[in-house]
């Protein structure tokens, strides 16, 4: 297992407590101290760990995150060749990779690092039905009483007729049923792993909402790689 050295910890507890305090940027990046992006430049990127209620999605949101991450300016071994070299190791998931495999993949490679992840939501758009309360307004007529006195001969005649004069006009709040659409979902966890030494050189996560979860899983990596390309920016590197 890879473990995060104590330096790195501070650091993304430090970033944490602002995330908390409710100043998080879109995405949120914590950055080794010690990473040297010069000294970083073929990276293998291994399928992210799918969602757990929707099976493949690691996969297809690896192949979305996978063209952000050489916008970033890294060096990309084909993913079917990192695929090929877990088979040829007989390793399932990044979950088996101690230091000692770690190193033996990245050699296989030819690589510098490695960058896996997660997807840490999934969810698709769904319609649903909401009761919303809408005034409408509701007319009535007015009628006014009217006489009249006619002569026919030598008799008079009274006439009595209700007359239509106007309307009343009244607001009624009435629930009307209305079909509400939740966009979807997608949220990213994702690191990059030194092969030799096995420490993570950066951690990123983010989520975003779209019309369709391939729109989300876009806009969820262009936030990760916009923020880390501003948080290298800051640290000068």
Request: proline share 3%; charged share 20%; aromatic share 6%.
């Amino acid at each position: 297992m890879v473990k995060m050295p104590r330096h790195f910890m501070g650091a993304a507890f430090a970033t944490l407590a602002l995330f908390a305090a409710g100043c998080a940027p879109s995405a949120l990046v914590i950055l080794n101290d010690r990473y040297d992006p010069t000294a970083v430049k073929r990276v293998a990127m291994i399928d992210f760990e799918d969602q757990p209620a929707y099976i493949g999605s690691g996969k297809v949101s690896s192949a979305i995150f996978e063209k952000y991450l050489f916008l970033s300016g890294y060096d990309i071994v084909d993913r079917r060749q990192a695929d090929a070299a877990l088979s040829a190791m007989n390793l399932q998931t990044a979950d088996a990779l101690d230091l000692d495999t770690l190193r033996a993949l990245g050699q296989r490679l030819g690589v510098d690092a490695i960058v896996l992840g997660q997807v840490t939501d999934y969810t698709d758009a769904t319609d649903k039905t909401v009761m919303e309360t809408m005034a409408m307004e509701q007319s009535s007529p007015i009628y006014s009483h009217v006489d009249t006195v006619q002569t026919a001969g030598n008799a008079v005649v009274h006439t009595h007729q209700e007359v239509l004069t106007g309307y009343s006009t009244s607001t009624v709040d009435q629930p009307v049923q209305q079909t509400e659409t939740v966009m979807a979902h997608v949220g990213l966890s994702v690191r990059m792993v030194d092969i030799h030494t096995g420490e993570v050189l950066w951690s990123a996560s983010a989520a975003a909402d779209g019309s369709h979860l391939t729109e989300a899983t876009e806009k969820a990596s262009l936030r990760i790689q916009s923020a880390l390309r501003d948080r290298l920016k800051e640290a000068g590197l």
